[in-house]
């Protein structure tokens, strides 16, 4: 499973909380996110996010991104999905999309043409995505940051809000176009409710196999002798 929205959109904690749910099942989980998940993809993290580092022109910020998640594909993803495991992750292919394809104005097409080199093709067979006002994501944004322990926004979430909801159209018009591998909510929502719509989501993804053997694919049972979807 994927899970995706703009910043503030509360991704981070409901991937965390669908992996800890699945452990709790008996579950072999990684749980992971992008950029990063790899000692390169941290690297790369901390290059392209550190507002030190900007100006980052949006080819650069793209191929950085690609790079990060080609180096998470092939030398975490897809070994943990051959040995059995499930993959939850926080953020993929779509972010790319949304950020570079639609706020940095690169094309949608274009840069999932070149995710989908960096992937192998490589998709998940849920992605969620929690949708957001740019409003109430700025507001926790701010609150998160002035939290005990909390940081200053990085690149990304330090842009205007035309950025944001050129990011929160993108988002919501590639899962428009595949609803199928999709699980749409309003991140407005508590999060002990949003949890449990995306467990009844996945619940019936896996069709009563919970319990037993789920690893092996990225997010759900379509694959026989458990390979990833591509």
Do not use: C
């Not at 699945?22 to 790899?38: F, K």
């Not at 988002?171 to 595949?178: P, Q």
């Amino acid at each position: 499973m994927a899970f995706e929205g703009g910043d503030g959109s509360g991704k981070s904690t409901q991937a965390r909380l669908l992996a800890d749910r699945l452990r709790a099942e008996g579950q072999d989980v990684l749980l992971t996110r992008e950029p990063g998940g790899t000692e390169v993809g941290e690297r790369l993290r901390s290059l392209v996010l550190d507002p030190a580092h900007a100006p980052i022109d949006a080819v650069t910020e793209a191929l950085i991104f690609a790079a990060s998640r080609s180096a998470h594909v092939r030398q975490l993803i897809d070994p943990a999905l051959r040995s059995g495991r499930t993959v939850v992750t926080d953020r993929y292919v779509d972010s790319s999309v949304a950020y570079q394809g639609a706020g940095r104005a690169l094309g949608p097409d274009t840069v999932a043409g070149l995710n989908e080199w960096a992937t192998d093709g490589l998709h998940p067979d849920l992605t969620v995505l929690l949708d957001v006002d740019t409003t109430t994501a700025a507001a926790r944004r701010a609150a998160r940051a002035q939290s005990p322990g909390g940081t200053g926004p990085d690149r990304m979430e330090s842009e205007p809000e035309a950025f944001h909801r050129s990011i929160r159209a993108a988002f919501t018009e590639r899962a428009a176009a595949h609803p199928e591998r999709y699980l749409v909510l309003d991140a407005g929502q508590a999060v002990p409710e949003l949890a449990s719509a995306v467990w009844g989501r996945v619940a019936h993804l896996f069709g009563g196999q919970l319990g037993g053997q789920l690893g092996g694919r990225f997010g759900g049972p379509d694959d026989a002798g458990g390979e990833a979807r591509r």
